[in-house]
Structures are given as structure tokens and as C-alpha cells.
């Protein structure tokens, strides 16, 4: 009979010990130890002459170097862009820009194990997730922006979309690839060329784009990929001939983006942070919402924008929603990310991690009662436990701050306007998640909810055709769907 | 000596598989000289018969398959055609097209069935509603397929006109049995070998070939078919195919000044032809913060 | 184990449970990869978590003995194999079987109260129960009603459950749901509950004679019922999912749900069982494969 010593009923769960080492391949991965930048179709060595590396988080070894591209790199790449942009892509009829896009797409889908593989190593997150989501995912941005290219004429009722010209386009490192196509593919469905910059962290599989990209023989110029870090980013932003600037990134740099280029006449979508409100009601399916809660904030490692980073149970199933969640958490493995039964793979850095340490110190400062599972952690590399966070109030700062990582604040709830009144009650608006089995229950909140994207019994669900963005500091602009052509256009 | 080739049969295709007709019967498809081209099946009454119940067993999978897959599908029947276009221009050119209308001919129908796989995620995204009512409800309408179609190809293409039809049928979720041009039957038939290797559903594309005088009326009258699509202008024609469909009130279209070569000839409205509204109301509840509604 | 005062719930409030969410659920059990000793781990212990079935109108005592002597020499060139957990027969096989399986530690476990439709009076359910029990059987596989349970009788069902586990004595009682005829995921839900607080010691997913039987889905469900009335009341349920496995690889992924959704208590026959009968020769081959390094053959597995 499972009991504890003082006769409370517990399941053993000994997850991570019983599932022997299931590690994913790295034949598939075909890293170079050095890249330069992606200009007009070719790989060009920068004229900064500056490389850095790109580390493995799990290991902490080195993956590679990548070129640290200047002010004069910029504006080559920019000049590049502005050219293509002038000779071919402009004028190229939509129905043969969508080809080029659809082929990328298909490209994708047939190196679809190298390019998971290498999303994981660099940026540390699971290869069940970088496998079975990221890539996939990805692949169908491009393939369904592809079909926008020649329908345009009815997307928009009574008016005639241009494109814009040159788009500058800076990304995080919680989803490289993905957020790559959903940069790159709008942008050129819609007649723009671009310059894109990944992360510093996580350069390599933006990279392995440029090779697909070359391989599909788009014209060049149309697509350029420049690495580098914070500069790069602030000489792309500055920089006199681009049109548009499109950002994902912290609801900080947001704000200096903003700034920068007021008065200049740039088109600007910022993708920006979240503190997202998963709300439990006591009709809701239980199990199933636990399933959402850990989903929601242990996806990625936490390390999502749109993260459910705060809870609130309604406090007549708190007790019962605590226990189960408490049961899910000794299921999750936290380990290698190469491994395929790993849940939570190592966090993207070390700054980051020390940012998530120092969240948790607060949190125990505050006076929340911490909570971890009983997941052993490899010595090396950047780790983190899932972790909770009870008896939090309003007001502590881990239910105000984003914190980034596996970290959950946990409050009640007692009636439908007060918790109404909580989620709102924040700066940020990307998302909320709603669970309740009665229908009419679930309108009333997603109406309410001043976020951009609701989710209704489920979480953390995205789809080409379903836009995203946020609502207030979380940034303006949709990316995906119908409404993710708007940014791209002038009307 | 020569090598003696291998002549091909031309069968029609239903639930997936190629039978000949169960009549037994077939007529010679003779070129522009009144050489023969192949003996090709007449299809019978039957024959439809048997297409309907596999377009009908077909519809509830490919209507309710991700729209984002039905794409994917369509992109690769595109793949397919492309790959066997030197095959298709050489029918259209034994069938009398001379080798640059033949090629063209074939272009479009690639980049077409292309047009129509990137429809299939996104014309829901134009043509549905959120709809602002008065009470407190969420109300939307959407597309949804309306279920098995049955059409006559354009009689003068053995290609274009054939594709141009499936294609938006197809892209909405919908299954079809469509009859190809009597005179110049070859390719729809190629076609069905292409249809058949794209990873399409048995079923969904049911192909036969025939005499449109002698099979239109049973298209027509059909009691499980949801909708009928007529190109041809023959005013008779349309008033029988009216008059019957009323028994079950089917949906007509009819298409007879469509220049399938032009790029008119295809839009999501060809898609919208075969689609029913459905507008679905639920409660919104309204407790607590400033009254709110969709 | 403390006394715990039970409370019997209202059956008539829905259960909540989202399918898309339970079989998304489910769906990422089988994303584990199970390799090396924990895959040979796994098909050890599968093996002994069967009930070798077979319930056919066509059964003999001659079927019943071949199929008793391969549940106790599974494949005799294979070292060390466990036997399975249970025979699975008619009532009027029970004492052939029972015979059979002598010596070996093999459970005899019967079919009873009019399976597989359970369409018959309270008498004959409790005399068919009666008759099993007398003959032998260690394990009774009942059925419920499932007309009733549509009908909203849910004390009815209950009532039966209670009366055919009075007549069980000492044998354990395996209560089948038949949730291919219950159809939704909270309908298996309640069903679950009414079993176990009726007094089942097993809950048992189907006959195995409708279609669809077992899935991961509705087993989830029934495991997630069993953690919760196990929390509630202290008392271990048993789980056997019935039909429609046939292959290691889905077996495997079963054994994934069960240590992630109620541990590792839960994890040996006398609290899961797999109802299957062609099971164990995959299982096999795959043990074979896995010793010499090669793919197997059905002719080399006997198939009694």
C-alpha cells in the first residue's frame, strides 16, 4: 500500500530512473565550425572580420562560430535587400514568389531531422519538442504564407496592398527556427525583402535556412541572415533605408525600439513579454487542466512569452488541483535534451539562469512557499527544476515580473469578477487560458480577458492560421493568419 | 525488328481503383484523321451509381480532414502533374493540340491545382463571420463542404477544363464524380493515375468517361447527390438538369461563358459554389467587469 | 490501512472530462522512447500481466487444454520467461482449465452474469457468477448493464455490481465497462466510479467483443478514476484494458501510462492485466529479436 509515514495517502512515481538513455542522433546534424553572413545569396566573410561562439547549454561545449556583423555589415546586407527588392522581388507576379516560399517549406520538411536536431543542441530545448513541434510547425508557416502570395486582392476588401520595400527583423532565442519563418515567410508572401538576426545564443539553425534558401535558388538579396548580437540589432534598427522593423523580444528592448525610431516613418510590430493568467474554475475538466497548467508553463522550459505563469484556482478545488499538479511534476525529466523521454531540457544560458535564481530568491524573500519535484539535474550545463510557487499574493513581484523559466505562481480565486479583475490587472496582455466545462462561463471570460490571445480548455496552441500577438505591453501586431499579412502592407 | 509496344487500356477510376465499366460496353476515341485513338469505356447508369456510394463512403474522412492537410494534398497532386507533363502533352497533342497549347494547357493546370492547395487553409478566413447580434450570444458562421458533387467536365479540353472543375470542389472538402469530354477522354483518365499516386483518398475524385446526352440526366436526378456542376450552353440541357435537381434540391452551377485558359477562371467564389453556411449561437454569460460581447 | 469513512457520490452530476485534452494526454505517452533494459523490463512484465483468452461459442476442452499449456510454456527455447497472469474462459471451462493450469500459479479467471451482453435477469446473473465461482474461478469478469446505465438507472447498476460481489467469496471481481457501447469519456467515467464504489476490485475496460475496444484514451480515463478513488477512500483498484492490443510497441506504451498516471504500485498483475490473446507472441518475437539481433517470423512461435 503506497502511504507516507504520516498516513497521507502518495503514488510513487520514479520516472526519470525507470527509462534507460533513448539519445536522438547528432549524425543527422551537420554543423561547420564557422559561419559568415548570409548576404546576396552568398555566405560573405564580415567586414568586421569578428566572429563568436555559439555553445551547447546542456554541455556547455562549442558548437561553432558565427560572424559578428558591424554597422558596415548592416548596411551591406540592407543594400542587398533594398537592390533585390527594386530589380526582382518587387514586381515578381505573386503566383512565382509563392513557388520559391512553397519550396522552402518543402525543404524544410525533407531535412526535417537535421534542422531539429540542431535546434536542440543549440538553444538546449527537448528533440520531442524541436522534432514534433518547432520544425513541423515551421515548415507550415512557409507553406501557408506561400498560398497568400498570389490572393492578396482579397484579403483586404476596397484596397489594393503594396509591400513595403526592406524589413528588419530581429528574433528571440526561445524559438529560433520558428520565429525565423514566422518572420521571413509573411514578409515575402507579401512582395518585401528582408534582413533577418537571430539570437546570439542561438544562431545555427536561422543559418541552416540561408542553406535551404540558397538551395531553392530565391533570388538573392531577398533573404539575408546576419549574426551578431546586441549592436547588429540596434545598427538594423537605425539604419535610413528600411521600411519596417519587426521585433520579438523583451517588452524592454521593445521600448527602445520604439523610441529609436520615432519620427523616422518605419512601420514597427513588436512581439514583446507576457504574465499570462491560467484560470481554474471548479467546473473545469481537472486532469485535463492540470495537463494545460503544466503545459503551459513547462513547454520550452518556461521560456515562453505567452507562458501561464500565473495561476489561479478557484479555491474550492485548490486542494485537489495542488495534489494533482504536485503528482504530474514527479513525471516530468528534466536531463539531456538529446534524450527523447526528456521533458525540460537545459535553459538557453547562463544569464538566464541566473535571471530564473534570482527570481526564485525573491520568491522565497516574498514569502511564497517553494515548491520542486524530486527530478534529479545533470551537474553540468543550465538546469532548472520545475518549480511552484504557493500562498503568493498579488502583489509579490515573481506574480508581476516575467521570470522566463519553469516557475509558476500559484493564487486563489474565490468569484468570476474577481479573478476577471486579477488578469487584467497587469501591464502585460499576450495571453490568458480559461478552463471551465460551461459554456456560456467561457465566452463571459474570453470577452473579458484583455490579452490577444485567449485560450479556452487548452493552452500554449498555435497555428499558421491562427494570429498571435498581444494586447497593452506585450506589443501590437498579429503574426499568423488573415491578420498576419497586415504589417507587411501598406493599404 | 522493332519492339512492339505495349498499348494501354483506358479504364475509369471509382473508389480509387480502376474498373472497367460494368456494362461492358466502349467506343472508339478517334483523333482529328479518324485514326483510332483507344477504345474507351461507355460508362452506365450503374457505373455513376457505384461512383456516388464511393464518393459518399469518401466524404466524412476528406471533409473532415485538416484543411492545412486537403493542402498539402493538393500542392502534391501538383508535384505529380508536373512530373508527368511531358506524358500529358504528348496525349493532348494525339488528341489535336499543337505542342505550345498543349504545354501551356498543362502549365495551367500545374499552377492552378498550386492556386487551389493555398486556398484550402484560408478561404474561411474571408468568407466567414463573426456576427455583432443584439442578445448575448456568440454567433458565427462558417463554410461547410455540402457533400458529394457531381459534374460534367468541359467537353471541348481533355485537361484544363477537368482540372479547373475538380480543384476548388476538392479544396473545400467536398468528394466528386465528374465525367471527362467524350471526344478527347484520354487525359482525364491519365489524370486519375495522377490522382491516385498524390496520396488523395480512394473516393474523394471518382473519374468516368461517357456520353454526357445519355448520363446527365441520371447526374441529374440522383437522390444522394448534394450539387451538380453543368458547363456547356445548351439551354435544354440546363432546363433538365434544373427541373430534375428540384427533387432533391440540389445545388446547380452553371459555368457555360467560363474561358478556362484566363485567370478569371479561377478564385475561391468556385470554392464558395459548393459550400453551405452553417451559423452556430451560444450564451455569453456576463458576471463581473465592464458588459463585453463579440 | 486507517479507517476511512466512505461517502458514496450523487452519480447523476456529469463528470468533466475534454476529450480533446485527455487524448492529447494520452497521445504523448507514446512519444516516450523505451529502449535497451527498460524496453526488456517491459515485455517481462507484459507477458505476465496477460490474460490469455479465449471466448469463443466454439470452445472445447480440447481448445481450453491446448491454450492452459501454452499460458504455462510460452516458448520453452527461451530461458527464464514468466507464464501469464490468468486464463480467461466461459463458466463452463473453468473446471478443464482449472485442471490444466495446476502447479503452475496461473489464475483461472470466468466471464459471468450473462457475458457478453449482460441482456438477463438478477437470478441468472447471480447463478451464472455462482456456478463460475463453484467450478473454481479465482478472478470473475462480470459485465454491467449497459442498457440501464443509458437509461440513467444508476443505482440499478450499482445494485447489481454489489450483489454479484457478495456471491464472489474469495475470487477478485473484474467489472467490464464495455465502453465502446458507453461511447463518451465522461459516460466511462461514471461508469468507473459506480464500479469501484459498488465494490470492484478490478475495473476492466471491454468484452472484446464490440468495436472499438480498449484504447489509451479511455484507459487514461479509467486510471485517472482510480488515482482519484484511491485518494479519496485509500483502497488500490486494479485496471485490465481488453482488446485491440495485439502489438509490443502498444503494449509497452500502456505500461508508460500506468507508472506515469499511478506508479509504481500499480505496476504488476495483481493490479493490471492485460485481456489479450495474440499479445503474446509479438511480445515474443520481440524478445527473440531483441536476444539474437534480428526480425522475427510468425512461423517460429507456436499458435495455439
Not at chain 2, 477562371?265 to 453551405?276: F, G, K, N, R, V
Amino acid at each position: 500500500m503506497a502511504k507516507a509515514k504520516n498516513n497521507t495517502l502518495t503514488l510513487k512515481f520514479d520516472t526519470a530512473r525507470v527509462y534507460a538513455p533513448a539519445p536522438e542522433s547528432k549524425s543527422a546534424a551537420k554543423i561547420l565550425p564557422q559561419y559568415d553572413l548570409f548576404i546576396n545569396g552568398k555566405f560573405e566573410k564580415p567586414i568586421s572580420k569578428k566572429y563568436f561562439n555559439t555553445i551547447n547549454p546542456a554541455t556547455e561545449e562549442k558548437l561553432s562560430m558565427v560572424a559578428d556583423a558591424n554597422a558596415a555589415d548592416v548596411n551591406k546586407a540592407v543594400k542587398a535587400a533594398r537592390n533585390a527588392y527594386d530589380k526582382t522581388w518587387k514586381n515578381m507576379p505573386g503566383k512565382e514568389r509563392a513557388k520559391y516560399i512553397y519550396r522552402i517549406a518543402r525543404m524544410i520538411q525533407e531535412r526535417a531531422r537535421e534542422f531539429a536536431v540542431i535546434e536542440t543542441l543549440d538553444g538546449g530545448k527537448p528533440i520531442r519538442e524541436s522534432r514534433d513541434f518547432d520544425v513541423p510547425t515551421a515548415a507550415n508557416h512557409f507553406f501557408y504564407y506561400a498560398g497568400w502570395a498570389d490572393k492578396l486582392e482579397y484579403a483586404f476588401p476596397n484596397r489594393t496592398a503594396q509591400s513595403l520595400g526592406v524589413a528588419a527583423q530581429i528574433i528571440p532565442w526561445n524559438f529560433p527556427l520558428l520565429m525565423a519563418a514566422w518572420k521571413i515567410a509573411p514578409a515575402l508572401a507579401t512582395g518585401n525583402t528582408v534582413v533577418l538576426k537571430p539570437a546570439e545564443t542561438t544562431p545555427l539553425t536561422a543559418l541552416k535556412l540561408a542553406e535551404i534558401i540558397q538551395e531553392a535558388d530565391l533570388p538573392p538579396g531577398v533573404v539575408n541572415i546576419i549574426t551578431g548580437a546586441g549592436a547588429t540589432g540596434a545598427a538594423m534598427v537605425n539604419h535610413a533605408d528600411i521600411n519596417k522593423i519587426a521585433f520579438t523580444g523583451s517588452t524592454a528592448v521593445g521600448k527602445i525600439i520604439q523610441k529609436a525610431i520615432a519620427g523616422t516613418g518605419k512601420r514597427a510590430t513588436l512581439e514583446l513579454g507576457g504574465k499570462a493568467a491560467n484560470i481554474i474554475f471548479d467546473d473545469a475538466p481537472l486532469d485535463q487542466a492540470v495537463e494545460g497548467i503544466v503545459n503551459g508553463i513547462f513547454f520550452n522550459q518556461g521560456h515562453v512569452c505567452c507562458a501561464g505563469s500565473r495561476l489561479y484556482v478557484q479555491e474550492s478545488v485548490y486542494k485537489e488541483v495542488l495534489r494533482k499538479l504536485k503528482d504530474r511534476l514527479e513525471t516530468l525529466i528534466v536531463g539531456d535534451p538529446l534524450d527523447k523521454n526528456t521533458d525540460i531540457g537545459a535553459i538557453n544560458s547562463k544569464e538566464q539562469l541566473a535571471n530564473i535564481h534570482k527570481y526564485i530568491k525573491i520568491g522565497v524573500a516574498e514569502g511564497a512557499e517553494m515548491y520542486q519535484s524530486n527530478a534529479a539535474i545533470p551537474t553540468k550545463g543550465f538546469f532548472c527544476k520545475p518549480t511552484l510557487f504557493t500562498n503568493v499574493a498579488q502583489s509579490n513581484r515573481i506574480a508581476q515580473e516575467e521570470i522566463f523559466g519553469p516557475v509558476l505562481s500559484i493564487q486563489t480565486f474565490r468569484t468570476d469578477d474577481e479573478v476577471i479583475e486579477k488578469a487584467n490587472n497587469t501591464p502585460f496582455g499576450l495571453s490568458a487560458g480559461v478552463w471551465t466545462d460551461k459554456g456560456s462561463k467561457i465566452f463571459n471570460l474570453t470577452t473579458k480577458l484583455r490579452a490577444g490571445v485567449v485560450w479556452a480548455n487548452t493552452y500554449n496552441q498555435f497555428d499558421p492560421t491562427s494570429p498571435f500577438g498581444g494586447y497593452k505591453e506585450s506589443g501590437y501586431g498579429r503574426e499568423g493568419g488573415l491578420h498576419g499579412l497586415y504589417p507587411y502592407v501598406e493599404l | 525488328m522493332a519492339r512492339l509496344p505495349i498499348l494501354k487500356t483506358y479504364k475509369i477510376y471509382v473508389g480509387g481503383k480502376f474498373p472497367r465499366t460494368e456494362s461492358g460496353r466502349f467506343y472508339a476515341a478517334k483523333n482529328a484523321k479518324g485514326e483510332l485513338l483507344a477504345n474507351v469505356c461507355l460508362s452506365s447508369r450503374k457505373d455513376f451509381r457505384d461512383a456516388v456510394v464511393a464518393a459518399r463512403t469518401a466524404f466524412g474522412d476528406w471533409s473532415t480532414k485538416a484543411a492545412f492537410n486537403r493542402g498539402q494534398i493538393l500542392y502534391r497532386i501538383a508535384e505529380m502533374l508536373e512530373g508527368r507533363k511531358a506524358q500529358f502533352v504528348e496525349e493532348l497533342m494525339m488528341q489535336s493540340a499543337t505542342k505550345p497549347a498543349a504545354e501551356k494547357e498543362v502549365d495551367i493546370c500545374i499552377d492552378r491545382l498550386i492556386y487551389y492547395a493555398g486556398w484550402c487553409d484560408k478561404f474561411q478566413q474571408i468568407f466567414s463571420a463573426v456576427n455583432p447580434v443584439a442578445s448575448p450570444h456568440f454567433n458565427f458562421s462558417v463554410p461547410e463542404p455540402t457533400g458529394v458533387v457531381a459534374a460534367i467536365a468541359p467537353q471541348n479540353t481533355s485537361l484544363l477544363g477537368l482540372v479547373s472543375l475538380i480543384a476548388p470542389v476538392i479544396a473545400g472538402g467536398n468528394t466528386v464524380i465528374v465525367l471527362g469530354s467524350f471526344d478527347k477522354p484520354l487525359c482525364a483518365i491519365t489524370f486519375a493515375e495522377v490522382l491516385n499516386s498524390s496520396d488523395v483518398p480512394g473516393g474523394v475524385v471518382n473519374i468516368l468517361t461517357g456520353k454526357p446526352a445519355e448520363l446527365t440526366p441520371y447526374f441529374a436526378d440522383h437522390m444522394d447527390v448534394n450539387a451538380i456542376l453543368y458547363c456547356e450552353a445548351d439551354a435544354e440541357a440546363q432546363q433538365m438538369i434544373t427541373e430534375k435537381a428540384a427533387m432533391n434540391m440540389k445545388r446547380m452551377k452553371f459555368y457555360p461563358t467560363m474561358n478556362w485558359l484566363s485567370e478569371s477562371a479561377q478564385s475561391p467564389y468556385l470554392i464558395m459554389d459548393t459550400q453551405e453556411i452553417k451559423t452556430t449561437w451560444h450564451p455569453i454569460e456576463n458576471i463581473g467587469g465592464a458588459k463585453a460581447g463579440y | 490501512m486507517a479507517e476511512k469513512k466512505i461517502s458514496i457520490p450523487s452519480f447523476s452530476l456529469p463528470p468533466r472530462i475534454d476529450q480533446v485534452g485527455v487524448e492529447e494526454r494520452a497521445s504523448r505517452f507514446t512519444k516516450r522512447s523505451i529502449k535497451k533494459e527498460t524496453k526488456l523490463n517491459g515485455l517481462f512484465l507484459t507477458l505476465n500481466m496477460i490474460d490469455l483468452t479465449t471466448l469463443e461459442g466454439k470452445d472445447t476442452v480440447g481448445k481450453v487444454r491446448q491454450l492452459c499449456y501454452k499460458a504455462a510454456h510460452l516458448h520453452d527455447t527461451y530461458p527464464g520467461l514468466p507464464h501469464v497472469a490468468a486464463v480467461c474462459v466461459y463458466p463452463s471451462m473453468v473446471a478443464t482449465a482449472k485442471k490444466a493450469v495446476e502447479g503452475t500459479g496461473i489464475k483461472i479467471a470466468s466471464v459471468a452474469t450473462a457475458f457478453p451482453s449482460g441482456q438477463s435477469s438478477r437470478n441468472v446473473k447471480i447463478a451464472d457468477t455462482k456456478f463460475a465461482v463453484q467450478q473454481g474461478a479465482d478472478e470473475i469478469d462480470m459485465v454491467i448493464s449497459r442498457g440501464k446505465f443509458l437509461e440513467g438507472e444508476y443505482n440499478f447498476v450499482f445494485d447489481e455490481i454489489a450483489a454479484v460481489k457478495e456471491v464472489c467469496g474469495e475470487a477478485r471481481l473484474k467489472v467490464i465497462l464495455e465502453t465502446g457501447e458507453l461511447v463518451t469519456y465522461d459516460k466511462v467515467r461514471r461508469a468507473s466510479d459506480i464500479a469501484m464504489y459498488a465494490g470492484a476490485d478490478f475495473i476492466k475496460t471491454s468484452t472484446g467483443k464490440v468495436t472499438p475496444a480498449a484504447t489509451m484514451p479511455v484507459t487514461l480515463v479509467m486510471l485517472e478514476a482510480i488515482r482519484d478513488f484511491y485518494y479519496k477512500t485509500g483502497k488500490m483498484i486494479g485496471m485490465k484494458p481488453a482488446g485491440g492490443i495485439s502489438k509490443s510497441k502498444l503494449a509497452l506504451h500502456y505500461l508508460v501510462m500506468l507508472n506515469e498516471t499511478l506508479g509504481s504500485d500499480w505496476m504488476n498483475n495483481q493490479w493490471f492485466r492485460f485481456g489479450a490473446s495474440s499479445l503474446a507472441n509479438d511480445v515474443l518475437m520481440q524478445l527473440e529479436k531483441e536476444r539474437t539481433g534480428v526480425y522475427q517470423g510468425k512461423d517460429y512461435f507456436s499458435i495455439d
